[in-house]
C-alpha cells in the first residue's frame, strides 16, 4: 500500500534539503544587477565565504555544479604535460582526474586499499620517489560520496610536507564544506572545491573554488587557462559582472545570503558536533540492522565512516527495491548505490538543513521498508539510533 503522502524527504547525499528561509529568499523580483543591493549581498558573500573552510585565500563562485569548479580549479592552475597524483578512493576524485588528462595532464592514479581511506604513508612515498618533482598536483576528496569515506586531509597534507615535494594539493570538500571541520590553510591545502548544494543549503548552481598563494602563483603560469573559468578575469576589481563571467545568478545569490546567515547563526563549529551526533545515530542503527547476510557498513575502519553520508551494503537485501520501496511507499528518498556499488548498496545522507524528526523518520521509514521486504536484520536500527539523539538532548 502506498503511504507516501505528506511532503516527501529526501535523505539522498545531496541535493540536501533546502530551508524555507534559504528558498524563501530567493523570491526576489529582478533586482539592478550592476549596482545596489545585489552587489552588495553578493561582495558580503565572496568576503565571508573563505571563513568557511577557514583560510585567507582568494575565492571564486561560478554558476556551476561541482564538476565545473573541478575544471575551474584545475584549467587555472596547470599546463598541458603536467603530471598529476590522483587520490582514489571512491569515485569523485578519479572523475576529477579523468578531466584533467581530457584537458592535457598526465594522470597517476593511487588506489586507497579496498573500502579504506587514502593512505598517507603511501602518498608520502609515492612523493619521495618523484626526486624530480615531475607531479604537479595531488588531488583528494575529504569525503568520497559513493563510499561514504573520509580521508584526513590534514594527514595527507602532511605526508605531503614530510616527502619535501612541492606539488599544489588540491581537495575537493564538495560533501563535505559545511558539515565537518576542515582548515584549510593551518592544514596547509591549496585549493579547495565546493558546492551549494550539499552542507551548504543551496540549490545546486553555484561552484566555489578558494585559492592560496601557492595556487595563484601557479596560475600565472597556467597554459590551460579558458575563458570562461580564468580567475585573472573574475579577479577585475572593478566591474562586479566579471566576477561571475556574465550575468550573476542573482537568485542563487539572495539564497546563498541566506544559508550563510543561519550558518553564521549556528555556527560551524556547532554544525560540525551536530553532524557528529546525526552520522553516530545513523552508524548506530546500521550496527544494529547488521546481520549475516544482511547490511553491513562499507566502509571498514569506524575512524573513516564520514559524518556527511553513509553507504551501506545491503548483502542479499534487494537495494535497488528498498529504494523504491521507500520513494514510492513512503515518500522518502534515499541514495541508490553509485558505480560499481550501484546493485549492492545504498546511501543516506545526513547532511545540512537537518533535525531529529528528519533523521529519526529517515531511519525508522527504512526500517520499515526493510521488514516489508523480509531481510535479516539484527536488531532495530530506529531503537538504537533514538538512544542516541537521547543521550545528545540531555546535555
Ligand atoms: C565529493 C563530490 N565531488 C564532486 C561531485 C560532483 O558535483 P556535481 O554533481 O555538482 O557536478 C559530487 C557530487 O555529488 C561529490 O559528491
Redesign the pocket.
Known sequence: MKLNRGRMLSSM??PSVIPDRVLGAMHVSMPNIYKGALLETSMSILDELPSIVRTNGRVFMAIS????V?EMSLTNTLCRGDNVLVLESGR?AV??GEQAKMLGAQIEVLNAPERGPIDPDAVEARLRADKDHTIKAVLA?Q???ATGVWNDIAAISRAIKAAGHPALFMA?C???VGCVEYLMDEWGVDVT?G?S??GLMVP?GL?IVWANERAMAAHEKADMRTPYWDWSARMSEDAHYKRYCGTAPVQHIYAMRAALDMIAEEGLEAIWQRHEIFADAVRAAIEAWSAPGGLEFYIKDQAHRSNSTTTILSGSVDAVRLCELCEQGAGLTIGVGLGDLADSSFRIGHMGHLNPPMLLGTLSTIEAALQAMGAPLGASGAAAATAVIADAMKN
Do not use: C, E, L, M
Open positions: 547525499p545531496g555544479n561541482g564538476h565545473g573541478w569523485f572523475g576529477w576528496v569525503i568520497d560520496t575537493d564538495i560533501a563535505s572545491i558546492a548544494q550539499k545546486p561552484g
